[in-house]
């Protein structure tokens, strides 16, 4: 299911559907023990689905914007001393 699908549904369908996935799970947990899944890429498919659930239900919760995406952080930027560094590390070795 998709995240735009979701935002659709009601506060009380996405706790319905939250603790039918998160029953699923336990069920595919439960025979993933006992014997080998026929479908085991199903257990990714349903932890990602309840992370999908639980991120709208916090977002609803906060107040947030249906289509809000967080803003990029910056990442410093990398000093270009590594190079230099190595220069001296060898020139000390040929002294």
Do not use: Y
């Not at 996405?14 to 947990?29: D, I, P, V, W, Y």
């Not at 498919?45 to 977002?59: G, N, P, S, Y």
Request: no cysteine.
């Amino acid at each position: 299911m998709r995240a735009d699908e979701m935002r659709q549904m009601s506060d009380a369908d996405l706790a319905a559907r939250l603790s039918e996935m998160e029953r699923e799970q336990f069920n595919l947990r439960f025979r993933a023990a006992s014997q080998p899944l026929e479908e085991p890429l199903r257990l990714r498919a349903v932890r990602r689905d309840i992370a999908r659930l639980k991120t709208v239900q916090r977002q609803r919760a906060l107040g947030a914007k249906p289509d809000a995406t967080p803003a990029p952080t910056k990442r410093p930027a990398v000093k270009k001393t590594r190079a230099k560094a190595g220069a001296k590390a060898s020139a000390r070795k040929t002294r």
